[in-house]
């Protein structure tokens, strides 16, 4: 069996705005995710890799580019990666976020699921914001907004994050996003059709929102079958 990654991404409205941002910056610091990530980053290209080479031989005979020399490659995100930033992109301070989210007697999001339900992009091994990762590159997937995929963005940023979204997509063709994504075995994820797909549902998850005046919670989780849900859902 395989776990079924998920990228839930919610509409916010103007009169949740200070809760949501509440819950989220305490997932930021308790998770301390900034500054385990600025670790990983400075010290990845000088780590010794936990891959004995034989290992890298296999990885890349399947999945070409699997393991990168990291010292003139520093912007790919590869398998090495993938394995050990797993933490990093589902967070157990965000995973708990889904606890209150629209459970309980005081949800986090006072509007039902359906109705603040944007989409819920739903992957196979590697999560779409692992895919968004390979497919653009450790310095282009900076630029993005929050931690890792996981976010929340303002309604009054939402233009200007919706710019930034789009400047980064148009910087890398489909065939080098596809060609990326597949470096981190999410070749059954990710083909042209899936990348173009996935790329229209962002952008058109923070239009819907621009359109609407709310801000945009993003969160993944990393399996769909243990991911809580209201009853009426």
């Not at 385990?36 to 891959?51: A, G």
């Not at 606890?99 to 109705?115: E, K």
């Not at 907004?145 to 963005?153: A, I, K, T």
Request: aromatic share 12%; with cysteine; glycine share 6%.
């Amino acid at each position: 069996m395989s776990a079924d990654p998920v990228w839930c991404l919610l509409r916010i409205q103007p009169f949740d705005v200070l809760k949501v941002k509440k819950v989220f910056d305490e997932a930021v610091e308790n998770s301390q995710i900034l500054n385990k990530l600025q670790n990983y980053l400075q010290n990845r290209t000088e780590n010794k890799s936990q891959f004995h080479p034989q290992e890298q031989e296999t990885f890349n005979s399947y999945f070409p580019n699997a393991f990168v020399n990291k010292a003139e490659n520093e912007d790919i995100f590869d398998w090495e990666d993938l394995h050990n930033v797993y933490h990093l992109f589902f967070p157990r301070s965000f995973t708990e976020i889904f606890d209150y989210l629209f459970i309980g007697d005081a949800p986090i999001i006072s509007m039902p699921m359906s109705q603040a339900l944007l989409e819920l992009i739903i992957t196979n091994r590697v999560g779409a914001t692992e895919i968004l990762w390979g497919g653009l590159g450790w310095k282009r997937a900076s630029r993005l907004p929050g931690y890792l995929g996981n976010m929340f963005v303002l309604p009054e940023d939402i233009a200007n994050v919706l710019t930034i979204i789009e400047e980064i997509f148009a910087e890398v063709s489909i065939d080098e996003f596809v060609q990326g994504a597949r470096t981190i075995g999410a070749r059954g994820n990710c083909n042209e059709s899936y990348a173009e797909r996935l790329q229209s549902l962002i952008l058109s998850c923070f239009s819907t929102v621009l359109h609407e005046g709310n801000g945009l919670l993003a969160l993944s989780y990393p399996h769909m079958g243990s991911m809580p849900f209201p009853e009426n859902y």
